[in-house]
């Protein structure tokens, strides 16, 4: 089964904050399988997209998402950051 490239852009942001909903939740509220919500995390995250674990916090991430996020906000000046944090429940 194919999902549009809308649906799946939709589902993935509801796995960053704030909801961090974690992908057994989405998988049975969105009717979409586990693996596949495993997979469209996969491919966004080998594209640079900032999405970890649900259920870890900042110290919970990866080398990689850490990372992400530092290259996501190296431009940001103070008020953008604070926005960007607060977004995403840091």
Not at 20 to 39: F, V
Not at 43 to 50: E, I, P
Request: glycine share 6%.
């Amino acid at each position: 089964m194919g999902y549009s490239p809308e649906r799946k852009s939709a589902v993935l942001k509801r796995m960053l904050p704030p909801n961090n909903l974690a992908i057994r939740q989405l998988s049975q509220d969105e009717g979409i399988s586990e693996a596949t919500l495993h997979k469209w995390r996969a491919d966004a995250r080998s594209k640079g997209q900032l999405l970890p674990d649900a259920d870890a916090g900042p110290e919970g991430w990866s080398s990689r998402d850490k990372f992400a996020a530092v290259l996501e906000t190296a431009a940001l000046n103070e008020t953008d950051l604070a926005e960007y944090c607060r977004k995403r429940g840091l």
